[in-house]
Nanobody, 113 residues
Framework: QVKLVESGGGLVQPGGSLRLSCAVT??????TGWYRQTPEKQRELVASITPGGSTNYVDSVKGRFTISRDNAKNTVYLQMNSLKPEDTAVYYCNWNFRGNEYWGQGTQVTVSS
């Protein structure tokens, strides 16, 4: 059974930083990335990582967010810098292998002064 537990969200001022963590029970290599969702928008992919370690980002976060993987800790991170109010959302990590898909419970990020 795959289990994902996100943490690290919170309230931060514009321009601040947060690091989100996704602790994985199961193979870390099938964590596909971080998504975010607001009540007004569909869930969107923010940052992706392949089993080989290649990364990609949605244009709105390029240069500000970094996704990384610590194999020893079985954890995937999302470092978020220069946060903006429009980054406010619930952030989820996703695991997918051959159509078997799992989500964590999400962690709330609120960017506000």
């Amino acid at each position: 059974q795959v289990k994902l537990v996100e943490s690290g969200g919170g309230l931060v001022q514009p321009g601040g930083s947060l690091r989100l963590s996704c602790a994985v029970t199961g193979s870390i290599y099938y964590v596909t990335g971080w998504y975010r969702q607001t009540p007004e928008k569909q869930r969107e992919l923010v940052a992706s990582i392949t089993p080989g370690g290649s990364t990609n980002y949605v244009d709105s976060v390029k240069g500000r967010f970094t996704i990384s993987r610590d194999n020893a800790k079985n954890t995937v991170y999302l470092q978020m810098n220069s946060l903006k109010p429009e980054d406010t959302a619930v952030y989820y990590c996703n695991w997918n292998f051959r159509g078997n898909e799992y989500w964590g419970q999400g962690t709330q990020v609120t960017v506000s002064s």
